[in-house]
Antibody, heavy 121, light 108 residues
């Protein structure tokens, strides 16, 4: 079964850091680009970041550029999101998402169930 | 910044057809995809590459893209189609993505 399982969410104070992880299973991880997409409470989807299969191209939303870093470990089937200088507006459910393609970003065909990040003092 | 614009809410009578639209400059250059999200669930991909359905998606869902407008059409809406629908596409480069604000579909 194709599966993405996020972990690492939690309550964190503004200005602090958090690292999210996503464990992929049931498919060849390095055949796909990967993304993080978030959804603030009661709001729509917001693309956060994406990474190609061999990490040679990475993109970030303007709202997180310079604060968040995406990375992957193809040997361990893991995707990461290092989040620094967290703000209240980063509070959201963070989804790990698989791209149908391995390079240029296309469509997101497999979604995890998400991990919740709450930024609050 | 680039954006995709969707109507916040649309309603359709049971069994009728409905079109949900998505407008944005990025659609002139890039494919559109569509995602369905039901309350408390993760989104699922229902249309990719403008007009392709993943396996398991009913053929009452179809998509198109012309100019700066992409459309999702549901032919013969069912109660289980009540959901939020989001369009998505690449945004100004091959390595950026943008989503529309979402359309809440109500089936009457």
């Amino acid at each position: 079964e194709v599966q993405l399982v996020e972990s690492g969410g939690g309550l964190v104070q503004p200005g602090r850091s958090l690292r999210l992880s996503c464990t992929a299973s049931g498919f060849t991880f390095d055949d796909h680009a990967m993304h993080w997409v978030r959804q603030r409470p009661g709001k729509g989807l917001e693309w956060v970041s994406g990474i190609t299969w061999k990490s040679d191209n990475i993109g970030y939303a303007d709202s997180v550029k310079g604060r968040f870093t995406i990375s992957r470990d193809n040997a361990k089937n893991l995707l990461y999101l290092q989040m620094n200088s967290l703000r209240h507006e980063d509070t959201a459910l963070y989804y790990c998402v698989r791209d149908r393609n391995y390079g240029v970003f296309y469509d997101m065909d497999v979604w995890g169930q998400g991990t919740t990040v709450t930024v609050s003092s | 910044s680039s954006e995709l614009t969707q109507d916040p809410a649309v309603s359709v009578a049971l069994g009728q057809a409905v079109r949900i639209t998505c407008q944005g400059d990025s659609l002139r250059n890039y494919y559109a995809s569509w995602y369905q999200q039901k309350p408390g669930q993760a989104p699922i991909l229902i249309i990719y590459g403008n007009n392709n359905r993943p396996s398991g998606i009913p053929d009452r869902f179809s998509g198109s893209n012309s100019g700066n407008t992409a459309s999702l059409t549901i032919t013969g809406a069912r109660t289980e189609d009540e959901a939020d629908y989001y369009c998505g596409s690449r945004d100004r480069s091959d390595y950026r993505v943008v989503f529309g604000g979402g359309t809440k579909l109500t089936v009457l």
